[in-house]
């Protein structure tokens, strides 16, 4: 049963950093696996393929001495010295000034942004992440993704955010990356359950599991796995609906929403008799304001709007495209949304090392999946889904930038 006792348990036996494709991951994708068969669920897992790395050597200098700073995954292996570039800005003016340099960024590098870059002939790459205000020293291990890269690689390494500041007030001159990296293919996988109905038409939930490489991932996003085992639990005692309900707890979802998209392209077929996708992205802190982000019609924020209301339950729904799994079911013309407990950074943050599990309430968690339980079994047992299938095309417009198929306008 998903009480208070049961949510406890889950966070503590799931408290442990498990990223894409390693065995930490597919522990916790076998041990959501058991959960849902044990509600009553049929469930099995779907592997899917993944790009890997394993650094061998990484090394950062600056004007001969050693940095702390981890390679970046998937970025090739190799040296380059060169002339020290901090790009604050990255208009066309100060892209003009990479050439032959290595380049520190304030931001990640987006696949447009690592474009520009490359074509202006930077020859490496640093960013760096957490504060110069926090007491660790931390890296996240970051990656050059396919889809970012395009098979143009640049050597690329990651800092804390106090070298970087270091970095920059000392006025260093030449920096010196060296990588040495064995890429390889491996595995993530799925974790599918299911719940028959009377028709042919599915809703699909989703959730992913995956964690970054310092967090254990308690808000982001084991909280949403539990709701899909709340909602699970409280349609199977109502089933059946007229409309078969699939869960998708999802691996990989933190390098680029590599599971849901490895779903639905493998299932393209069958997402004709998708209704709607409903995803759960970080739910149930103690603080912060519960949210939906919807791609679909207008229609659907308006209904959301007044279920909150007729529920007493507080909800700030809106149109658009959320970085999460319901973003590459949207792209397959499936109606989609994503629901959400967005906490302020000084309260909840994620992808480091203070993503525990003291950011969440298990009375939240319940509280949370309650609503979208009935939220899902409105959907499911209506006479027909009211949410059109049709994407709009300000959505559409979201998704190709997205996905980057359109650069974003300034």
């Given at each position: 049963?998903?009480?208070?006792?049961?949510?406890?348990?889950?966070?503590?036996?799931?408290?442990?950093?498990?990223?894409?494709?390693?065995?930490?991951?597919?522990?916790?994708?076998?041990?959501?696996?058991?959960?849902?068969?044990?509600?009553?669920?049929?469930?099995?897992?779907?592997?899917?393929?993944?790009?890997?790395?394993?650094?061998?050597?990484?090394?950062?200098?600056?004007?001969?001495?050693?940095?702390?700073?981890?390679?970046?995954?998937?970025?090739?292996?190799?040296?380059?010295?060169?002339?020290?570039?901090?790009?604050?800005?990255?208009?066309?003016?100060?892209?003009?000034?990479?050439?032959?340099?290595?380049?520190?960024?304030?931001?990640?590098?987006?696949?447009?942004?690592?474009?520009?870059?490359?074509?202006?002939?930077?020859?490496?790459?640093?960013?760096?992440?957490?504060?110069?205000?926090?007491?660790?020293?931390?890296?996240?291990?970051?990656?050059?993704?396919?889809?970012?890269?395009?098979?143009?690689?640049?050597?690329?390494?990651?800092?804390?955010?106090?070298?970087?500041?270091?970095?920059?007030?000392?006025?260093?001159?030449?920096?010196?990356?060296?990588?040495?990296?064995?890429e390889f293919d491996g595995e993530s996988q799925n974790v599918i359950a299911?719940?028959?109905?009377?028709?042919?038409?599915?809703?699909?939930?989703?959730?992913?599991?995956?964690?970054?490489?310092?967090?254990?991932?308690?808000?982001?996003?084991?909280?949403?796995?539990?709701?899909?085992?709340?909602?699970?639990?409280?349609?199977?005692?109502?089933?059946?609906?007229?409309?078969?309900?699939?869960?998708?707890?999802?691996?990989?979802?933190?390098?680029?929403?590599?599971?849901?998209?490895?779903?639905?392209?493998?299932?393209?077929?069958?997402?004709?008799?998708?209704?709607?996708?409903?995803?759960?992205?970080?739910?149930?802190?103690?603080?912060?304001?519960?949210?939906?982000?919807?791609?679909?019609?207008?229609?659907?924020?308006?209904?959301?709007?007044?279920?909150?209301?007729?529920?007493?339950?507080?909800?700030?729904?809106?149109?658009?495209?959320?970085?999460?799994?319901?973003?590459?079911?949207?792209?397959k013309c499936v109606p989609a949304l994503s629901f959400a407990r967005i906490?302020?950074?000084?309260?909840?943050?994620?992808?480091?090392?203070?993503?525990?599990?003291?950011?969440?309430?298990?009375?939240?968690?319940?509280?949370d999946s309650a609503f979208i339980a009935e939220f899902t079994r409105r959907?499911?047992?209506?006479?027909?889904?009211?949410?059109?299938?049709?994407?709009?095309?300000?959505?559409?417009?979201?998704?190709?930038?997205?996905?980057?198929?359109?650069?974003?306008?300034?």
């Amino acid at each position: 049963m998903m009480n208070l006792t049961k949510i406890r348990k889950i966070l503590r036996e799931n408290d442990f950093v498990h990223t894409s494709g390693t065995e930490e991951e597919k522990k916790v994708a076998e041990y959501l696996m058991e959960e849902a068969q044990s509600l009553g669920a049929k469930a099995w897992l779907e592997p899917f393929a993944v790009p890997m790395a394993k650094i061998r050597r990484a090394k950062l200098s600056a004007d001969g001495k050693e940095v702390p700073a981890k390679g970046y995954f998937l970025s090739g292996s190799g040296s380059v010295e060169a002339e020290l570039c901090y790009l604050p800005n990255t208009d066309r003016i100060s892209l003009s000034d990479v050439r032959g340099k290595i380049v520190l960024l304030d931001s990640g590098a987006g696949h447009f942004l690592y474009q520009d870059l490359y074509e202006n002939g930077a020859v490496g790459l640093l960013t760096y992440d957490g504060n110069v205000h926090y007491p660790d020293r931390d890296i996240d291990q970051k990656e050059l993704r396919p889809y970012v890269s395009l098979g143009k690689k640049m050597l690329a390494m990651n800092m804390n955010a106090k070298d970087a500041f270091t970095l920059v007030k000392s006025g260093v001159k030449t920096v010196r990356i060296e990588i040495d990296q064995e890429e390889f293919d491996g595995e993530s996988q799925n974790v599918i359950a299911e719940i028959p109905g009377k028709s042919d038409d599915w809703i699909i939930l989703s959730a992913h599991y995956d964690t970054t490489s310092l967090s254990h991932g308690s808000y982001d996003n084991l909280s949403g796995c539990i709701g899909l085992l709340c909602i699970m639990e409280t349609l199977l005692r109502k089933a059946p609906h007229r409309c078969g309900i699939r869960f998708i707890f999802c691996g990989s979802e933190e390098r680029g929403l590599l599971g849901s998209k490895a779903y639905t392209e493998a299932h393209e077929e069958e997402l004709k008799s998708a209704v709607l996708n409903i995803n759960l992205d970080m739910i149930g802190t103690y603080m912060g304001r519960f949210i939906a982000c919807v791609s679909a019609e207008e229609a659907l924020v308006s209904y959301l709007r007044y279920l909150g209301a007729e529920l007493g339950f507080a909800i700030a729904p809106r149109q658009g495209v959320y970085s999460s799994d319901s973003t590459p079911f949207a792209d397959k013309c499936v109606p989609a949304l994503s629901f959400a407990r967005i906490a302020g950074a000084n309260q909840a943050t994620i992808h480091n090392r203070y993503d525990r599990i003291g950011l969440l309430s298990p009375e939240r968690i319940l509280s949370d999946s309650a609503f979208i339980a009935e939220f899902t079994r409105r959907m499911a047992d209506s006479a027909k889904c009211p949410v059109s299938r049709e994407i709009p095309e300000t959505v559409r417009t979201q998704l190709d930038e997205y996905l980057n198929r359109k650069r974003r306008k300034e």
